[in-house]
């Protein structure tokens, strides 16, 4: 009896050694809970992948103790509109997304997405350091039931159909909702019906709706509306991507459209948007043209006028003439002698010319960042009391896939004083979560995932620029996914905790 006792007592010694230093406890930080409320002193103990207590804590024997020396520590940021996942399959540290204290992205943004059975066989082939979430993609179910160059039309009822199950598969699946990509050409061309009858089978399931909405410049009204229909008919959330005024004319009318989206909530939509902290955006040269006559130059004149600014715009990518690449707009159509209305058809026409001839060309053909919004409106839709911060992000081009996270914590909570750290740093997790439907994530909370990171407020700023827009953020100090610690002083650890989030 005395050997069976003192073989349980080894036993038990063994298991909570082995507990003890599987154990972290993050102390000496000022807690930023993601809830919105005022911060606080304290320590944090994880174990496992798990977040087990909170508050004035003591070291336990055996754990890895983690001085914050004073620091932030707050949840993991999500990004809730990301186009980081190719470049993620490539580098798995996710240096993009550490870097800048993001923990989860959610993709399959503007319409185009991977399904699910395709997206878990990745990330089960092969292990990332960050959490990864999807939409199914409008624009992929039209391009697969279609065919990818047959979308320049409404779809049929039997081809709808076709869609509705397909998307049903995918939600049955995980995926979380249905996003669309209406101000693109595989998309553009959809009636409202049919992004209607898609949207109730996202709601049948109990998932969300998410749209880069039809425009964003010159019939953005009617944009607006169509998505506040689509909540009203549905009975589900709505999310405006990256919410924006992209034409001159309605520039610094943000409020008014607020007062809009306000109004819809009052009758019980439940319509929400993400926003990202800078006044140009990233895409094609085709998006500029509103009502896709690439040749008409009336139109390219109204996107000159209108839409952006060609001495503040800046190609980012074009492979028909690399040596483009880095100039605006104005500069390359004085290069070749022409009106930048004129410079933006033939630069239209290279890209069309080059794609025909390189079929099998891999990468973007051609991207521009262009200056089209106004300071005033981007921080009247960042302060939105329903308005969650995104990147709308990739690996290069548009400083916003390294920066846009620091930008707002410095630029906008801390210099320009908008908001409140805690309001800043909620609208990256806590409400961001509640926008997405993820329950366990977005939160210090006991028993939620252990997404943490620990920042200095003093000194969190974006570097990245246009020129160069791989600069990494400088203030994010420790990043944990998971539980496991996968960034530290501007560098990855190699560790790869990352896990597919389903609904």
């Known amino acids: ?134 939409y199914t993609g409008h624009s992929t179910l039209r391009e697969m039931t279609m065919g990818e160059n047959d979308v ?38 959809s009636s409202n019906q049919e992004v209607i009858d898609l949207a109730k089978v996202a709601a049948e399931y109990h998932t969300r709706y998410m749209s880069h909405i039809r425009s964003e410049d010159i019939t953005i009204d009617d944009a607006m509306e169509e998505i506040i229909e689509i909540g009203r008919v549905t009975k589900m959330p709505v999310q405006v991507s990256h919410i924006k005024i992209g034409i001159k004319d309605k520039w610094n009318t943000a409020n008014s459209f607020l007062i809009k989206l306000q109004k819809a909530r009052a009758e019980g939509i439940n319509i929400t948007a993400d926003v990202y902290p800078y006044n140009f955006w990233n895409s094609t040269l085709r998006v500029l043209f509103a009502k896709r006559d690439y040749e008409n130059l009336a139109s390219a004149q109204f996107a000159v006028d209108q839409v952006f600014d060609a001495t503040a715009s800046v190609l980012v990518q074009f492979a028909p003439v690399p040596v483009y690449k880095g100039k605006t707009i104005a ?7 022409e009106t930048p209305a004129v410079t933006l ?92 439907g993820i329950q366990d994530r977005g939160l210090i909370a006991v028993g939620n995932y252990a997404d943490l990171v620990l920042l200095d407020p003093a000194t969190v700023n974006d570097n990245s620029t246009i020129q160069n827009s791989k600069a990494l953020s400088t203030g994010i100090e420790m990043v944990w996914v998971n539980g496991q610690l996968i960034f530290q002083e501007q560098k990855a650890t190699g560790k790869l905790p990352g896990v597919l989030i389903k609904k």
């Open 152 to 189: 320049l039309r409404k779809a049929t009822p039997l081809e709808i159909e076709h869609m509705k199950s397909m998307l049903a598969t995918d939600l049955k699946k995980g995926s979380l909702g249905l996003s669309s990509g209406l101000e693109y050409e595989q998309a553009f061309y």
């Open 331 to 337: 500069a390359i159509a004085q290069e070749r002698k």
């Open 345 to 436: 058809i033939e630069l239209i026409k290279l890209a069309s010319k080059f794609k025909t001839a390189n079929p099998n060309f891999k990468g973007t053909v051609e991207a521009i960042a262009a200056k089209g919004m106004s300071d005033q409106d981007v921080s009247a839709f960042i302060s939105w009391s329903y308005s969650n911060i995104c990147s709308d992000g990739n690996t290069g081009g548009h400083p916003r896939g390294y920066g846009s996270f620091p930008r707002v914590l410095g630029k906008y909570a801390r210099d320009e004083q908008l908001m409140p750290l805690e309001t800043a740093i909620f609208k990256m997790t806590g409400l961001t979560a509640e926008h997405l």
């Open 1 to 134: 009896m005395q050997k069976l006792t003192k073989k349980i007592l080894l036993v038990l010694t063994v298991l909570f050694s082995w507990h003890s230093l599987s154990a972290q406890l993050i102390k000496n930080v000022i807690i930023v809970d993601g809830t919105g409320a005022q911060s606080y002193k304290g320590a944090v103990r994880i174990s496992e992948n798990k977040i087990v207590a909170i508050g004035d804590l003591t070291e336990n024997k055996g754990e890895q103790v983690i001085d914050g020396k004073g620091k932030v520590l707050a949840p993991g940021f999500i990004d809730s509109h990301s186009h980081h996942f190719s470049s993620l399959m490539e580098h798995p540290e996710g240096i993009p997304n550490a870097s800048q204290g993001v923990t989860s992205i959610i993709i399959g943004q503007d319409g185009e997405s991977y399904l699910m059975d395709t997206l878990m066989a990745m990330m089960q082939s092969k292990p990332v350091a960050i959490n990864v979430g999807t």
